[in-house]
């Protein structure tokens, strides 16, 4: 009986510490993709649907880091007839604080700010969410490490607001490098949903980049490939180019 308690005492103390290392290795991928605090990247979509059909689709992003917060605004080129639309993510630091997203559409001239909801729906037919193309910050979820094999951990992740479109997040880290290997996201059933995987990195001024990433859709069978044909770190970004009147003004 004493030995029983103190192996149940020994798995009670370790589960916190256990915790507590999730979370610093999230927060080490994160701080990781947040080397330079100016990115500009030229990206291709690529979709797919359930039979096979593609379509491609041309942005840029503009990806800033402020001493508070962090914006970044997507800019459609190709093809014509979603040229111009845009979409703004701003995130702050601060927990408890939600990312807001603004669409411009240039048919009605108009900046709408996206609902909770909106931010779940896709983001321009493809596979990613609007609320994915902002990004996840590490306060959003509960890290626990589930597991560590050679030079990958398994981080499972659960968000802290009950509303998210995910129940659950698997993230097969490379240790080396602190980059995702894979993704796996749960819908709000607990049913997995989608698959990001890393296909290809690049080492930018000290900063590894996924440079190209396949998001795959286990419940519609659709797919997306994003590649980044160009990822500039050298340009300064002014704090108007990321700003509500900039995603209006092209």
């Known amino acids: 009986m004493r030995s029983a ?6 798995l009670l103390a370790a589960a916190p510490a256990l915790a507590r290392d999730g979370a ?13 605090r100016n990115q500009v990247m030229d990206i291709e979509l690529v979709i797919e649907d359930a039979r096979g059909r593609k379509r491609s689709r041309f942005f840029t992003m503009l990806y800033k880091i402020f001493s508070d917060q962090t914006k970044s ?7 014509s007839n979603i040229k ?40 321009m037919g493809s596979d990613f969410s ?13 890290h626990r490490i589930v597991s560590e094999e050679g030079r990958i951990t398994l981080v499972s992740s659960v968000p802290v607001n009950s509303e998210d479109a995910y129940s659950r997040i698997e993230s097969y880290i490379l240790n080396d490098i602190e980059v995702p290997r894979r993704v796996v996201f749960y819908d709000r059933a607990g049913r997995k949903l989608k698959t990001l995987e890393s296909l290809r990195f690049r080492k930018i001024e000290g900063m590894v980049v996924v440079m190209e990433a396949e998001m795959k859709n286990h419940q519609s069978g659709g797919r997306t ?4 044909r160009d990822v500039d770190v050298s340009r300064t970004i002014d704090g108007d180019e990321v ?5 209006q003004n092209r």
């Open 5 to 10: 308690c103190a192996a149940l005492a020994l």
């Open 24 to 36: 610093a290795l999230m927060e080490a991928v994160h701080a990781q993709a947040r080397q330079h």
């Open 73 to 79: 605004l997507v800019r459609f080129y190709r093809p």
């Open 84 to 123: 111009g639309t845009g979409l703004l993510s701003a995130s702050h630091d601060a927990p408890g604080r939600p990312t807001r997203q603004w669409i411009y559409l240039p048919a009605f001239r108009t900046v709408n700010q996206l609902s909770s909801e909106e931010r779940q729906q896709s983001f």
């Open 130 to 142: 609007n609320a994915d193309i902002a990004g996840r910050r590490p306060g959003e979820d509960r």
């Open 225 to 228: 490939l994003l590649t980044k």
């Open 243 to 247: 700003g509500l009147l900039s995603l």
